[in-house]
Structure formats: structure tokens, C-alpha cells
């Protein structure tokens, strides 16, 4: 294979959490792999051709035993493709302006079981897609400039969605009753990002948690922002908590570290990039950065807890390895405890195009990747798979790119594309 498809590989060993929306609960399963077994080969299986723009998001479900991609991008619409015959079953129009971020709602499955998408765009609502019946059937209207990140609560049953936006405020919204809830006050210049604290183990089978005036006691939120700090606010008083100081630049990502992280603390925990190039690890409890990872060349685009651990010799234990991508065309792997140098960097070349976002998902089958071109692989080695004594059937990797601009017939080409790392061959 030419090296030239080994853009965007996802390899490392880390304690990870997968989320199983084919629950009626919010379950979280720890499975560990090592990076040392991983091998860079892999096949192009599947190839979604739609969108006539910038891909900026995407996002997987399972519904009544069917698997789905939705996707959003600049040309302003939301799409939705069929995994297993690569078919692109809805085009969804209602925004005026670009597409940044596509959830699937895990409230309107839990309780409705309907397949529903969320969407924000730059034309400052987010809106709620009845999948089935192809339409827009809910609207928040509240923020005053270009909606970015959104996110559904993991409690409640995803009951809740926050929002970051240009116009430098963070909302909590809700899903059931479509109230603007809280707003949240003190960023000094756009949100980028947001993400909520990890589902709490004190949650009843529900996913529900019955304290606090929304359910949401001892849960909070954390932001990225064009004013270079990250910040975490209380979800039932709207108050902020701490305030992170440190990048020299916008942050353009954040994560709360998962429960089951192994060193530094897991969900006292945040992981953030930054487009002063550097990915940045920060403890909740003491207010301080624990880590910096400085090998980037350009703004790092997004970053994530794997689903891998790596052996540190130093500390005598496994390590969660944390990865980041960046408008440099790589991704880089870390070990979270040791700054000192990557553990692995996939490269592009000039063909290839910045890395927009990735995720780490589950598609119960088959291990298998869904991407946006161009040239953007996940690669798994031929003996991961004949040594581990666990099965890898649930584990999936999503990786969104930008694309190259054509300038000859000024319009983009972005395709989606499904890795099959096990077979290797077109499904």
C-alpha cells in the first residue's frame, strides 16, 4: 500500500471506554490493547461519496440492528449513509450556513426509540433531524453568533445538550422540553469546544441521576476558547469552578479523561490541543498542568484517550497513550505519563489534507474505520489479531479530514471511507 494512505492510523494502548448506544443505558466497557502487537496494514473496503464541500463532523449509531454514519459539512448539509451497503440514505436541508458539529441524540433513542440527529451550524441554531421522516422537527434558537461544539449529558439519558459559540458563551439546554437552561458567562472570546465530565458510577440503571434540580449534580462542563483557556463550569448552578491558563494560543479541543484511565488521573482529568501546536494534560483537582507534548509543527485539531496501553518501564506499569491530530497531517501517539517524545506519528505528504477531528467509536461486527478522505487509513497489523486472547469485534475508529482544494475545477471532493482491518478485502 502506498505510504501516501497511511495518513491517519490510530495506533497506541490505552485503557479506553466505548460507548454502546444499542443499550437502553449508558454502559461503559473497559478493553485494553497493546501497542507493541500493532501492524500498519489495511485495505480501503468502502468509499461514501456525497458531500460537495468540507466534511467538519461525524458520528455512528446502531439502530434496530442497522448501522449508520451522519455527517455535516460546509455545503450546508446533514447526511446520512448505510454502513453495510455504503449508500447514502438522507440528505437533510434546513441550514443557511455551514455545518460544524452531527450528534446522534441518545435521548430521543432511549425514550423514543427514533433515530434522531443534532446538528449546529455557523447560522447560530442547532437543529433535531427525524431521520426516518427526513425532516426537521426542533429548533434552539438563543445563541447570537456561529454554533461550534455541542454535546449530549451522560446522564439523564442524554436528556441534555450543551453548546459553545462565537459569541463567546456556553448553553445548557433541554432536549425534552427545548428550555435554554443556563447560560454560562466569562469566556472572553469564542467557544470553541465542549465536553461534560464522564457518567458518574453512583448513576442508577437509567443513566439518571436524581440529585441536583436537572439531575446533573457533581457533573460539569469544560470549554475551549479563542481567548486561550480552558474552563469548567458547575452544571446545576452555571457557576464556573476553575479556570486553566497555559496555551499560547486558541484551544480548539478538549476531553475529559474516562474513568478508567490508568495514570494521572483519569477523569480528574482534561485533555486539550491548541493551535499554539502543543497538546496539553491538566488535573482538576489541583488546578495545575501535569503534561505538555510539544512535536507538532501546526494547530493541533483534536485529541483523544485511546483504546491502548503502552508498558512504562520508568513507573514499573501500563500507561494509557493519549493521541492527537493536527493541521500538520499527522497523528501522534503519547505515552500520558512522559512528554519526552511520541511513541508513534502517522505522516501525510502534500497530497494529504489537515486532520479535522477523530474519535474512537464501536461498530459491533466488525473492526472496521470510518473516514473522510483524502488518504486518511486506519491500520491495523496483521498479528493484532491473532494475539490478543479477546475479540477486537468492537472496536471502530473514526477519523475526519479536510480535503484538498482542486483549483482547476474549484470544488472539493470528500469522501467517507470504512477500513476493514481484520479482512482486509472489500465487504
Request: proline share 2%.
Amino acid at each position: 500500500m502506498n505510504l501516501t494512505y497511511l495518513l491517519s492510523i490510530m495506533l497506541v494502548l490505552v485503557c479506553f471506554w466505548l460507548s454502546f448506544r444499542d443499550n437502553k443505558t449508558s454502559k461503559y466497557a473497559t478493553t485494553v490493547f497493546m501497542l507493541d502487537t500493532f501492524c500498519s496494514s489495511s485495505k480501503l473496503v468502502k468509499t461514501f461519496i456525497g458531500h460537495n464541500d468540507f466534511v467538519y463532523s461525524i458520528d455512528y449509531a446502531t439502530f434496530d440492528s442497522y448501522q449508520f454514519i451522519c455527517s455535516g459539512s460546509e455545503d450546508k448539509t446533514v447526511r446520512v449513509w448505510d454502513v453495510e451497503t455504503s449508500k447514502q440514505i438522507k440528505i437533510l436541508y434546513g441550514h443557511l450556513s455551514f455545518v460544524s458539529c452531527v450528534k446522534f441524540s441518545p435521548y430521543h433513542y432511549h425514550n423514543n426509540r427514533r433515530n434522531v440527529i443534532c446538528s449546529s451550524s455557523a447560522d447560530k441554531t442547532i437543529r433535531f433531524w427525524d431521520v426516518k421522516n427526513n425532516q426537521q422537527f426542533q429548533i434552539f434558537n438563543g445563541h447570537t453568533c456561529h454554533v461550534y461544539g455541542i454535546e449530549f449529558s451522560p446522564f439523564n439519558s442524554g436528556r441534555y445538550l450543551c453548546s459553545g459559540s462565537y459569541d463567546n458563551t456556553i448553553r445548557l439546554w433541554d432536549v425534552k422540553t427545548s428550555n435554554l437552561l443556563h447560560v454560562f458567562n466569562g469566556h472572553k472570546y469564542a467557544v470553541c469546544c465542549v465536553d461534560f465530565s464522564p457518567l458518574q458510577s453512583s448513576t442508577n440503571n437509567n443513566g439518571s441521576n436524581s440529585i441536583g434540580v436537572i439531575g446533573g449534580n457533581g457533573y460539569t462542563i469544560c470549554s475551549g476558547s479563542y481567548d486561550n483557556t480552558i474552563r469548567i463550569w458547575d452544571i446545576e448552578t452555571a457557576k464556573q469552578l476553575l479556570v486553566f491558563k497555559g496555551h499560547e494560543h486558541l484551544v480548539r479541543s478538549v476531553k475529559y479523561g474516562p474513568n478508567e484511565v490508568r495514570g494521572n488521573g483519569g477523569s480528574n482529568t482534561i485533555l486539550s490541543g491548541s493551535r499554539d501546536k502543543s497538546v496539553r494534560l491538566w488535573d482538576i483537582q489541583s488546578g495545575k498542568q501535569i503534561q505538555v507534548f510539544n512535536r507538532h509543527a501546526h494547530t493541533v485539531t483534536c485529541v483523544a484517550y485511546s483504546p491502548f496501553i503502552v508498558n512504562n518501564i520508568k513507573f514499573g506499569c501500563d500507561s494509557t497513550v493519549i493521541c492527537s491530530g493536527s493541521s500538520d497531517k499527522t497523528i501522534r501517539f503519547w505515552d500520558i505519563r512522559s512528554n519526552k517524545k511520541e511513541l508513534y506519528v502517522i505522516n501525510g505528504d502534500d497530497k494529504d489534507g489537515r486532520v479535522l477531528c477523530l474519535k474512537f467509536l464501536q461498530i459491533k461486527r466488525k473492526p472496521i474505520c470510518v473516514i473522510v478522505r483524502p488518504r486518511v487509513l486506519f491500520v491495523f497489523g496483521d498479528n493484532l489479531f491473532n494475539s490478543f486472547p479477546f475479540k477486537l469485534s468492537n472496536i471502530n475508529i473514526f477519523i475526519t479530514n479536510y480535503c484538498n482544494k482542486q483549483i482547476e475545477r474549484k470544488k472539493y471532493i470528500y469522501n467517507i471511507m470504512l477500513v476493514d482491518a481484520k479482512k482486509k478485502k472489500k465487504i
